[in-house]
């Protein structure tokens, strides 16, 4: 009860100070390729429920209209110039804030996965993340804008690995870990260096 207090507190905070970046930002993605300021996808959340999180679309439209689901790189080249500013100093997830006050997300949490999300192997067999043991434990919790994987993984490094740091956190999960993982988010955001993740595990 206390983290969700804080969530929706801080997040209504974040939601009043951020108001004139959002027409800012609506403005600059309109301008670049007049595609939707949103991105809508399916993430699963507290319990296993499916919800819809919101972004500010970094990547060309239609992204994924010939390869279906691809995780982002690091230089991706489906991101467009306003998506490199906006994903390095985090601008892209602000609309997550609402998804936070609405219940499906917390501050602190593990990586929202998409249904079905898949892992390939090094011999090109793709795992279904959700066959994984110790899966369901990560709906115990609400998902988190930032986390241990959100800090601390690289974007390149394979899914299931993303996988086992949600479960460190799982396992670690507490008041001053989740203060101090959100005050290094505000850090890393402030200079600008989300796309710039070799940082390591305290």
């Not at 990547?59 to 995780?71: I, K, R, S, Y």
């Not at 490199?84 to 609309?95: I, S, V, Y």
């Not at 999960?173 to 200079?191: H, N, P």
């Amino acid at each position: 009860m206390i983290k969700r207090a804080f969530d929706c507190g801080v997040a209504g905070i974040g939601l009043l100070v951020s108001a004139p970046l959002w027409g800012l930002l609506a403005i600059a993605i309109k301008i670049e390729d007049g595609g939707p300021v949103l991105f809508r996808q399916e993430r699963v959340g507290l319990g296993g429920r499916v919800f819809e999180a919101l972004k500010f679309r970094s990547m060309a439209p239609d992204a994924e209209a010939l390869t279906g689901p691809v995780q982002a790189t690091r230089h991706d080249p489906r991101v467009t110039r306003v998506g490199r500013l906006m994903r390095a100093t985090a601008m892209d997830e602000l609309p997550q804030l609402w998804n936070i006050v609405a219940g499906d997300m917390s501050f602190v949490g593990p990586r929202p996965l998409r249904p079905g999300e898949v892992d390939v192997r090094g011999d090109g067999q793709l795992v279904r993340l959700d066959q994984i043991p110790g899966y369901e434990e990560r709906h115990r919790v609400r998902p988190g804008l930032t986390g241990l994987t959100q800090v601390y993984a690289s974007r390149d490094i394979s899914r299931a690995s993303k996988f086992r740091l949600d479960r460190v956190y799982l396992n670690r999960a507490g008041f001053w870990l989740d203060l101090r993982l959100i005050l290094v988010s505000f850090w890393i955001t402030g200079t600008g260096a989300w796309e710039k993740r070799d940082r390591r595990i305290p």
